[in-house]
């Protein structure tokens, strides 16, 4: 199945990880991170989810809409909460064991385990050498992750040899690194000028290397006595909190005991992007020392080479891949003669420094915050796309038949809710009524349909019921201007019409519901008011050119002759649709196509249904086989490669000799099945229609490429319908009363087949 172009759309994108003002590196390129995928399109909704350490509170920006406590296991599952019911997209975890709580950072597992999105991880360490709770860890976030990125071939390396992660899930995508214009006057500023510069910045940590450094300076100023050793960055926090100043400290005593200590310049602070940018423009040399050769990735390293700096380092495996061919020169470890060595050669050769300079600036191009945002977008994309084609295939290996059979119980909580003293709303915002989308005729009549049928079957709370038939009625007799014989549509919440007159198939749906009304109703006072409204807009619809009308009219036609078989006007209006629709199906049908149209589109199945309802009152064979059909053509059109109810998608709809759209899946077309199967059961009970009924009602319960289940037994309400990758979280007036038509006309249908007997039997 061809993806659908609405997974290569990112509207809401979020972000775990740490955020500035917190001081590190992971804050750092978080900040930087949502900075770019924000400018690399304003459309996205790039928000954070920022991780706390301790007790610590910080004044983050606008951004971070969610704060985490590290050590809170209840917070990563409000996190869960958070995230699904904002809708994102995806889900970018910046992964570093140290940042979440619990055994080697596995309390995020609670959030990420809940939630319904798909999930990208950048892994800014990947251990050659895990402890066992480190290798767990590794392991189900990868599980958990539908993509992975690393920022080095090495970390992808060793996640296929270490980890046994498929190559196909990885994306390497570099650090992004700022842009760093040089500057004459950089050096002045800083107060070093005419002064060589070797330069190593970020948070201070043992592991760092920086005495080696110190180490070589008496060789260095032997040659070159003006050079000076900038240390840039503050004490990392996590160091400080438990071995406070000491790490700084004996650096600067080893310097006075080298009597080097005028050449070394601490800058203790966690510094702007803006005074690190200043920093690199100074620097003649920048020099990474690292003692720990399994880091995979290092930001500071990659600013210098972005920057087009000449790199001293020690062999680490991040800067062995992004040094090599030319692009810096590497050390052992722990060497302080080596690294005089390299610092004297490259502040003596002056070509050879700016060599090494252009080819790291050369190969930073790839790595500016824009082309790795670029970057981070198709692996988002990539993300979407595969997490839906995993959901649509997941029930290639079920069935259906191990689905229960028992059918849920009428609620119709969520219909009082959304009904009010005018009628019943059309939309809502999650479970809560939208009042300003107003009302609509379309609804009234689903509503006024539902309830006729609901009271035809002897429902237990019959008053609640009725008094919901009557307030749908009332607005469908408000709707009808008798000046122009038409039913108008949309009212606003200010009780305002908003056209002269409602579409054509709006009109259609009220004389279904007003036919079934008279058909079927129990009080007589509503059947004459329907009957009423019935005679008095039957005659337009002679002038209609909707299909849907068309077909809606006629399945109000044969619920009215129900009652009163001998209306020869009535019948007159009947032939004349059904003639129609006919002629349309036969003029459009081709061996391949068997369809009304040249698209098929919306509320499809009620058109052969139409054909088979009018062809059992009529006695016309030739409009009963016609129906079945087309109706046995279309369910074989929305049936996936999984076996599962997929309705033609309303995003594109199905061209003739084009792609059928596959999403969005809407619950109308679930409820057009479901009712065109059962009346196609009633009149051809040895075929499978009955079974078909049941796969398009499963849509509803989990029945569908994502198992997703759109009815809300707690509310009572359906949710709107089906993207790609997950569901429209909406409740509205649509989607819950077809799950409740379908499920009353199921019902009806089952205990038929059971021979359990009821009032009267649902025939459309």
Known sequence: MSHDSRTDTLARVAVLGNHL???????????????ALSEHDASINCFVLAMNDADARYAYPGRVR??????????????ADFLNVNQVDVLSVQHEYGIFGGKAGAHVFALLRELRMPIVTTLHTVLGEPSPAQRAALEELAQLSDRLIVMSMHGAALLREVYAVPSAKIDVIPHGIPEVVEQADSKDRLGVEGRPVILTMGLISPDKGIEYVIEALPTILERFPRCVYVVLGAT?????????????????????????????????RFVTQEELNEFLAAADIYITPYLQLEQITSGTLAYAVGAGKAVVSTPYRYARELLA????????????????????????????RRALASRAAAHGQNMTWPAVARQYVGSFQRARREHAERRRTRFQAQTLASRPATLPEINLSHLRLMTDDAGILQHARFCVPRYSEGYCLDDNARGLLLMTLLDDEGVEDRAAVRALAVRYLAFMDYAYDAERARFRNFLSYERRWLERDGSEDS??????????????????DLRTLAGELFAAALPAVSSFTSPRAWAFTLLGVAEYLGAFDGDRRVQAAGHTLADRLLGLLTASSRPDWCWFEDQVTYCNAHLPQALVATGAWTGRDDLTRAGLRSLEWLASIQRSAAGVFAPVGSNGFYPRGGAMAAFDQQPVEAYAMVSACVEAQRVDPRAPWARHARHAFDWFLGGNHLQYTLYDPSTGGCRDGLHAERA??????????????ALIELRVAQRADAGVPSSRMVTH
Do not use: M
């Open 21 to 35: 003002p917190r001081q590190c590196g992971i804050a750092t390129f978080t900040t930087h991170i949502a900075d």
């Open 66 to 79: 969610f704060e985490i406590a590290e050590s809170d296991l209840s917070s990563y599952r409000r996190a």
């Open 236 to 268: 990392h926090p996590h160091v400080k909190a438990h071995a406070g100043e000491s790490y700084r400290l004996s650096l600067e005593q080893r310097a006075r005991a080298l009597g080097v200590d005028d050449a070394l310049i601490f800058h203790n």
């Open 325 to 352: 061919d030319g692009r810096g020169i590497l050390v052992p470890t722990r060497d302080a003669s080596a690294i005089a060595l390299e610092v004297n050669g490259l502040l003596g050769d002056e070509p050879k």
């Open 507 to 524: 009109h259609g749906r009220a004389l279904w519901a007003l036919g079934a009304t008279v058909g079927r109703s129990p009080r007589g």
């Open 728 to 741: 429209n979280e909406n409740q509205g007036a649509e989607s819950t009363l077809s799950f409740l038509l």
